[in-house]
């Protein structure tokens, strides 16, 4: 049997788990592959005009694999995994907008809901549902939920350590302890903001996280930093942001804002997200009050790559121009 996973929103985040998952079930995985001018393309084709752009692209990807001999496309149902917090209400709809988007789903639509109280998305009893369409029995999802956790973790320590998500992946690639050191780049450091599926998606971003190391520039992401230190400023405020992901990208910005860990701060953000339209303001409010530089990047269907190439340089050459002067200090 083989399974097809969307290479797009939160594969970056948790295909981790979903590989080891089906793997150990015995199932083939199967990626959409990079996205391109053509995913896009097909993504906006089926798409209404209003949604953001990573949900266009997902569609896409969505399509691309039916275009192929996958038995199922898996598109989880992604609620909640911490208690009061939840996904974007694109990710609760998934699904649905899977089924009533692309009709040519039908029966391939492989999906069930994730809503549990651990980032650690192991809970067996939320993958029972799958049992009869996969041929197994509740005792292997429990032991394939194990080897999903084991390999979730694994992804986890490999970002804290210092990686990128894009060079975890790469690293779990290797058996464990012989992977890559984390890139270490002395002098200009900038906290780079922006759901996974829009930094690293190097089609969307332009590969920003590449093209600041090509510049000399440090970059720290909010997957680098821990549960603890992401959750010290948020826990603190009389209402924090509903939103799982958007919550994670606020907890960095306020240690990156008020303990200075950073030289500057790139808001990757794709047009059309609602919640970023909150985040956004809450970033640019902790910019002027600690007065390190700011800038949004926003993300369209039409982006082009010189555009994202010319803000990002201009901003580094701003922040260098402005250490020199100031030694970093606020203006
Ligand atoms: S958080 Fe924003 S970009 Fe992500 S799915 Fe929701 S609306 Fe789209």
């Not at 800038?295 to 010319?310: A, F, K, S, Y």
Request: with cysteine; proline share 4%; net charge positive.
């Amino acid at each position: 049997m083989k399974i097809g996973i969307p290479r797009a929103l939160l594969h970056y985040y948790y295909s981790p788990f979903w590989v080891s998952f089906f793997e150990e079930l015995g199932v083939e995985v199967v990626f959409s592959g990079s996205t391109d001018k053509k995913t896009v393309d097909l993504g906006v084709g089926i798409s209404v005009p209003e949604i953001c752009v990573p949900i266009k692209i997902f569609n896409g990807h969505v399509l691309k694999l039916l275009n192929t001999d996958v038995d199922y496309v898996f598109i989880p149902r992604m609620a909640s995994i911490e208690k009061g917090k939840y996904f974007c209400p694109k990710f609760m709809g998934l699904p649905d907008m899977a089924k009533h988007s692309i009709p040519d789903i039908g029966g391939r639509l492989l999906t069930m809901d994730v809503q549990t109280r651990s980032e650690n998305i192991a809970t067996p009893e939320m993958y029972y549902s799958l049992a009869d369409r996969l041929g197994v029995s509740e005792k292997q999802i429990r032991l394939a939920c194990k080897a999903g956790a084991r390999n979730f973790k694994r992804f986890l320590k490999l970002c804290i350590e210092g990686r990128t998500v894009s060079e975890a992946f790469e690293a779990l690639k290797v058996p464990d302890g012989q992977a890559k050191p984390p890139v270490k780049i002395d002098g200009l450091k900038i906290g780079l903001l922006g759901y996974v599926y829009d930094v690293y998606d190097e089609f969307v971003s332009m590969d920003v996280t590449g093209r600041l190391r090509q510049l000399g520039v440090g970059v720290l992401t909010f997957e680098m930093l821990s549960r603890q230190e992401l959750s010290r400023y948020v826990r603190k405020m009389k209402k924090s942001l509903f939103w799982t992901f958007s919550d994670k990208l606020l907890g960095a910005a306020y240690k990156m804002f008020r303990e200075r860990t950073v030289d500057g701060v790139i808001h990757v953000t794709a047009f059309g997200c609602g919640p970023d339209s909150f985040l956004g303001k809450l970033l640019e409010i902790e910019s002027e009050d600690s007065g390190i530089p700011f800038m949004t990047v926003r993300i369209d269907e039409h982006t082009g790559e010189n555009h994202l190439q010319t803000r990002v340089e201009a901003f580094v050459d701003m922040l260098k121009r402005r250490n020199r002067t100031t030694g970093g200090e606020s203006l």
